[in-house]
C-alpha cells in the first residue's frame, strides 16, 4: 500500500506507520500548528483497539447520507 493510501484526507490529516522501532502508530496533525499528536501501539494491540474503535462506531448516530 502506498504512503497516501495510509491518510485520511479531509480534516487535520491522520496518517498511519510503522516506526523505525517496530510500532504501529497513528499520527495526526494539528489545525493549531501544534505538534501532532501521536499513537504507538504493538501489533499485537492492534485487535483489541480495532475492536474497541468498531464498538465505539457502533455506538455512534451515523447519518444514512455520510
Do not use: H
Amino acid at each position: 500500500m502506498s504512503e497516501n493510501e495510509m491518510k485520511l484526507l479531509g480534516r487535520e490529516t491522520i496518517e498511519a506507520y510503522i516506526s523505525e522501532g517496530g510500532f504501529i502508530c497513528l499520527k495526526q496533525e494539528s489545525a493549531m500548528g501544534e505538534d501532532p499528536s501521536i499513537v504507538m501501539m504493538l501489533p499485537t494491540d492492534i485487535p483489541a483497539v480495532v475492536s474497541w474503535l468498531q464498538e465505539l462506531a457502533g455506538e455512534f448516530p451515523l447519518s444514512k447520507d455520510a
